[in-house]
């Protein structure tokens, strides 16, 4: 029998990740670089990928199998198993390469389907990964206890600073007779913060042994800032997940140090003023950053360091099952697990009451002041409709297309 099938050897390059945890499920990624897929399987399937790697007959991979599982493999379980291969064009000595072009176009495809949208897309520039390898080895001792835990002193210092001269800052902005040059460096200057926030994900994702995959402008209704895909990031054990997620955060607050070092040794003026607007802005866009109920980096390091794959859309579905089923719908979840989803699900709810509670008084205050108190009830309830019916077509819509 051919040595594909006896002793079987996955192709060079794929990558296999740690494990996270989707509700009761153990995931591990699996990445094709060739054809840019991302596969998942659960610890049965990474265990026997992770032990195919040439010199272990199906006998040898069989026994270990059964030590650690204590479950034999038959051959409907090896036949599931080299179909997945087969399917996925992952084993070597057994590719297609008009199997290979086809998985290719497909997640150039689904890449590119992601990209466009009414309130969100994405234009990739180029591949930062010959950009960063060239990079890193000079930037190598950043990456060092070193220099992180004086600089994570340095960060805290900005921020204590910020939050002791909170009201002078504030003063600063609501002045409101900021000349026209001075706005636009601040735009210009909180452009270059943000792509520098980006670079670190890229180049902490390098630093790890990933990749960053694209640079480019990223659409986010009402926002157009850079972004740099680091999709690697699935692969990584949760303390580098976390490093790559904290590593925006932590730049934006460095390059705030010279701005902090001219309000406190620079002599009042432009640039004084300049100063303190970044300071102000760019605290405050860290600190939104970190909050744990946004999509944004707090977001993801919190989801990292509990080991969880999608921390709301897993505690949506727990609170679904548990709703709907009762406890005994939930009693496969780890314990640990279960106070996570519980705990973040109540704290979510709260933050978004809280947060749209402000909002529609906010909204109603202004509206009463320009239209009339009985208009602006009128303009809520309408405003209300209509988001209701917008969040039932997409409902409708997802369940017609799951995979969007």
């Keep these: 029998m051919d040595a594909t099938w006896t002793r079987p050897r996955l192709r060079a390059g794929i990558v296999l990740g740690a494990?996270?945890?989707?509700?009761?499920?153990?995931?591990?990624?699996?990445?094709?670089?060739?054809?840019?897929?991302?596969?998942?399987?659960g610890p049965r399937e990474h265990f026997l990928l992770s032990r195919m790697d040439g010199t272990r007959t199906l006998d040898d991979l069989a026994t270990e199998y059964a030590a650690?599982?204590?479950?034999?493999?038959?051959?409907?379980?090896?036949?599931?198993?080299?179909?997945?291969?087969?399917k996925r064009q992952l084993l070597d000595g057994a590719t297609d390469p008009e199997a290979v072009a086809r998985l290719t176009a497909a997640a150039a495809e689904g890449a590119a389907t992601t990209r466009r949208g009414p309130l969100s897309a994405r234009w990739p520039l180029y591949d930062p990964d010959r950009f960063f390898d060239r990079l890193l080895p000079r930037l190598a001792?950043?990456?060092t206890w070193w220099f992180v835990l004086p600089a994570l002193l340095v960060v805290l210092a900005v921020a204590g600073y910020v939050a002791l001269h909170l009201p002078a800052l504030l003063d600063v902005v609501a002045r409101g007779d900021r000349p026209l040059p001075a706005i636009l460096a601040a735009v210009v200057i909180t452009w270059v913060i943000v792509f520098l926030h980006e670079c670190?994900?890229?180049?902490t994702c390098r630093h790890f042994g990933g990749r960053g995959t694209e640079i480019g402008v990223m659409w986010r209704f009402p926002l157009l800032a850079p972004y740099c895909k680091v999709d690697d990031i699935v692969l990584f054990t949760p303390r580098r997940r976390v490093a790559t997620a904290f590593a925006g955060v932590f730049v934006s607050m460095l390059a705030l140090?010279?701005?902090?070092?001219?309000?406190?040794?620079?002599?009042?003026?432009?640039?004084?003023?300049?100063?303190?607007?970044?300071?102000?802005?760019g605290t405050a866009t860290a600190a939104l950053n970190l909050v744990p109920f946004l999509r944004l980096d707090g977001y993801y390091m919190l989801s990292h360091a509990l080991n969880l794959g999608d921390l709301r859309t897993d505690s949506y579905r727990f609170y679904g099952r548990l709703l709907r089923q009762g406890p005994g719908a939930v009693r496969g979840y780890r314990p640990r697990d279960r106070v996570a989803y519980a705990l973040y699900g109540l704290a979510s709810l709260a933050f978004a009451v809280t947060v749209l509670t402000l909002l529609v008084r906010?909204?109603?205050?202004?509206?009463?002041?320009w239209v009339g108190p009985g208009w602006a009830v009128a303009i809520l309830v309408a405003e209300a409709v209509l988001l209701m019916a917008l969040a039932a077509r997409l409902a409708r819509r997802r369940t017609r297309n799951p995979s969007t």
């Design 19 to 41: 494990g996270q945890w989707r509700g009761e499920k153990l995931v591990h990624h699996v990445k094709d670089p060739e054809t840019g897929w991302y596969y998942r399987v």
């Design 257 to 281: 140090v010279p701005f902090a070092a001219i309000r406190l040794w620079g002599a009042p003026g432009a640039l004084y003023d300049l100063a303190g607007t970044m300071l102000l802005f």
């Design 200 to 203: 670190a994900h890229g180049l």
């Design 362 to 369: 906010y909204w109603y205050v202004s509206l009463a002041g």
């Design 68 to 86: 650690v599982f204590r479950r034999r493999l038959g051959p409907e379980n090896w036949q599931q198993l080299f179909g997945m291969l087969h």
């Design 141 to 143: 001792p950043l990456f």
